[in-house]
């Protein structure tokens, strides 16, 4: 990796913020498997920087989601809402990638639009409280 850790966080904020304007255009094209993973992956972007701020490592998309969960669900840092909504969100991408005749559609699609900005939003606030909080001690 080459840049500091602040510059992989910034990084990952931002493709996280391109990704989820992809997904947003992909719903409004009725697009909704792409979408689906689009907004998966605008999480998983800000999930990953979230635990390489706080050097925990996870080295696949499982391992993202257990480590999301064992370190800020189970605390209560992030609700369990959220951590159910990005559950769903990374067996709904593993379909989109590897089942065949998956098909989701607006009803299902459209609400998870706002309820992925929300989560997204929440774990940005995260990674800015921790930035914060490790400059506390100076």
């Known amino acids: 990796m080459k840049g500091t850790k602040e510059d992989y ?3 990952r904020i931002s493709k996280s913020s391109e ?21 998966y992956y605008s999480s998983f972007y800000l999930a990953s920087a979230l635990l390489f701020k706080n050097d925990i490592k996870a080295e696949t998309h499982n391992g993202v989601k257990t480590q999301l969960f064992l370190n800020f669900v189970k605390d209560g ?5 959220h951590g159910k909504l990005y559950s769903h969100l990374f067996d709904w991408r593993q379909e989109t990638d590897y089942a065949d005749f998956i ?35 100076y």
């Open 9 to 11: 966080i910034i990084y």
């Open 19 to 39: 990704i989820f304007a992809d997904a947003e255009l992909l719903a409004n094209n009725q697009r909704w498997n792409s979408c689906i993973n689009r907004l």
């Open 77 to 81: 840092m992030l609700s369990r809402e």
């Open 103 to 137: 098909d989701f559609d607006e009803e299902l699609v459209n609400p998870l639009i706002q309820e992925v900005k929300d989560l997204n939003l929440k774990l940005i606030e995260l990674i800015h409280m921790i930035i914060s909080s490790s400059f506390e001690n």
